[in-house]
């Protein structure tokens, strides 16, 4: 059990510097998601923690010791990747006890860990198994396993479950859920998944381009985005983002009021999460159906406004729509999100 520290860190790849300025400070026993699309700095950061990077500057502080000039195994962290990193020629015991053995820990102290983590993982019946014989789910319960052994002040996890297929992601994200309930360790769990950020997380991190663009609770983030990036990358379907004008206070879209502002007169962007909308025949959304998607219990309708611009609804699945119909749609108005020009958001 450990907090986990980050003070001004940052890092440069020759002349290119891939994260600015990082700040965080992570509670014991806080599971934080680092989420942010391809390349924006994840996993750079999390191998600067672990200790597989170094800082161009700044302090890495785990449990209150600074750690950022110490080798990896001083830490008191333990990584899984998601390319699982498995050897191959070693069973499932040999794989979940190496790290030990190598450390030197007494093989009865080996034999405990590795049954706990057995136990844990449900992974006792395949001990004797090599990784080629295991599925991808069993694979990635090894490689957590390797990490459980090492009782951890800190798990850092990047990506695990990128690798497998959508059922599967969705039954070891709920796995981890309940690892991270039993164990209550500190975790740092990275992802370019905003939905695995939102149901894991007991804080998310949004990350882009090296940079912290939000940090909050998942529905802090979902309820109040900051910005126009955060608001677009957390919800699916996003979040539809449509031209409007505020005049003295009251946003108008193709002459409809749709709700009030304290932006100023001039144009911005009205944000509209699709799942708000709902059938209004004195809604503010007019338009024709483009493309209608039903997918049983809800469906999607694709609107074309008056003025060309586009949106989309999630509506529940007793609406039918076919293309070319008319349809109009409403919104309460305190569901609506303002933006200015600079994609900042603006507090109503
Ligand atoms: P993410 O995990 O968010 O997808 P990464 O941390 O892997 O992103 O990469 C961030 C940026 O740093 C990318 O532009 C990547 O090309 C660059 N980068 C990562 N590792 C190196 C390296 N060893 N040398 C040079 N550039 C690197
Ligand atoms: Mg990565």
């Known amino acids: 059990m450990a907090t986990l520290e980050l ?14 300025d990082m700040n ?42 600074r750690v950022d000039y110490q080798p990896p195994s001083n830490r008191g962290i333990a990584m899984v990747f998601q390319s699982y990193a498995l050897y191959p020629h070693k069973d499932v015991r040999g794989n979940l006890g190496f790290s030990l053995k190598h450390d030197k820990v007494e093989k009865s102290e080996i034999d405990r ?55 599967l992601r969705v039954h070891m994200r709920v796995e981890i859920l309940k690892l991270h309930q039993r164990l209550k360790n500190t975790m740092i769990y990275v992802t370019h998944d905003q939905v ?18 939000q940090i909050g609770t998942p529905l802090e983030l979902y309820r109040t985005p900051a910005n126009r ?51 209004d025949q004195q809604g503010p959304f007019q338009g024709k159906v483009q493309v209608f998607e039903h997918l049983g219990g809800e469906a999607f309708v694709h609107l074309s406004l008056a003025d060309g611009q586009s949106m989309v609804a999630k509506l529940d699945g007793e609406h039918q729509f076919r293309p070319g119909d008319a349809c109009r749609l409403g919104i309460a108005a305190d569901k609506c999100h303002v933006f200015d020009a600079d994609g900042l958001r603006i507090a109503s």
């Open 229 to 279: 990036f955060v608001a677009g990358f957390i919800g699916s379907p996003a979040m539809n983002f449509l031209d409007a004008h505020c005049k003295s206070g009251s946003v108008t879209l193709n002459g409809e009021a749709v709700c009030h502002s304290a932006h100023p007169d001039g144009s911005m962007t009205l944000g509209v999460r699709p799942e708000h909308l709902r059938v």
């Open 196 to 213: 695995e950020a939102m149901t894991l997380a007991d804080r998310i991190v949004v990350f882009r381009a090296g940079k912290v663009e």
């Open 24 to 65: 965080l400070s992570v509670a014991d026993g806080e599971l934080v998601v680092f989420v942010g699309p391809s390349g924006c700095g994840k996993s750079t950061l999390l191998r600067m923690i672990a200790g597989l990077e170094t800082l161009s500057s700044g302090e890495i502080h785990i449990d209150g010791q």
């Open 113 to 167: 860990r590795v049954n706990i983590a057995a136990d844990i993982l449900g992974l006792q019946e395949l001990m004797s198994r090599k990784p080629r014989e295991l599925s991808g789910g069993q694979r990635q319960r090894v490689a957590i396993g390797r990490a459980i052994v090492r009782e951890p002040k800190v798990f850092l996890f990047d990506e695990p479950l990128s690798n497998l297929d959508a059922a």
């Open 7 to 20: 003070k001004g860190v940052e890092k440069f790849f020759d002349a290119t510097q891939v994260i600015h």
